[in-house]
């Protein structure tokens, strides 16, 4: 079994709320005609106001993987906050972000030239959402979930990361209670970088493990 070609495609666009129609399947319409009635049916009963609905809304559609980016780099630049992401990744998110992770545990985990983290959620699909938005749909699909545990290296070589032999490549599975934060390497040729051009080398995939952090313009 290998991974889908076809999800590594478009998972972008499954990612993406506001999809086109076509990326959208036939259960999609039918869970968003429940939470519709389902808000209707609390707005009627005053126990949210629209108002609330509409602010809770808009705070999930501003978490992105923008925001653990931010996290990534001021852990490259700042080896205070880093080690304080690495103790407590939470109070970090909450230090930096000004938000809560909304997990009760969120671990993160350095890759090194040494030692490479994946992140798989084997059961569903345990994700940190609150600063990484909403997971892709390969991260969500059973070829990732039942193959990063048995087969990683393969895995991996299918994003196109190929890990030298002497990487020890260790998956982590997220479950209800812990979720993880992959913390990628700094790409070489950095040094000179400011934190918001940092940040914008810092991919999903890099934080999920099954890539790197992208490489800066003109460096080989």
Known sequence: MS??????????HEADPHAPNEHRGPDTDVWEHRAAALQEALVA?????????????????????????????????????????????????????????????????????????????????????????VPPAWYKGLAYRSRAIVEPRGVLREFGLELAPWVEVRVVDSTADMRYLVLPERPAGTERMSEQELAALVTRDSMIGVARAKEPIGVT
């Open 3 to 12: 991974l889908d070609q076809d999800d590594h495609e478009r998972h972008d």
């Open 45 to 133: 009963k005053g126990l949210v106001t629209p108002d609330q609905v509409r602010a809770m809304i808009e705070d999930w559609e501003s978490r992105t993987p923008a925001l653990g980016a931010r996290l990534i780099a001021r852990a490259w630049t700042d080896p205070v906050f880093k080690a304080r992401l690495l103790a407590d990744a939470k109070s970090a998110a909450r230090e930096l972000l000004g938000i809560d992770p909304g997990v009760p545990e969120l671990v993160a985990l350095e890759n090194t030239d040494r030692v490479h983290h994946v992140v798989v959620c084997t059961l569903c699909s345990c994700y940190p959402r609150a600063i990484l938005g």
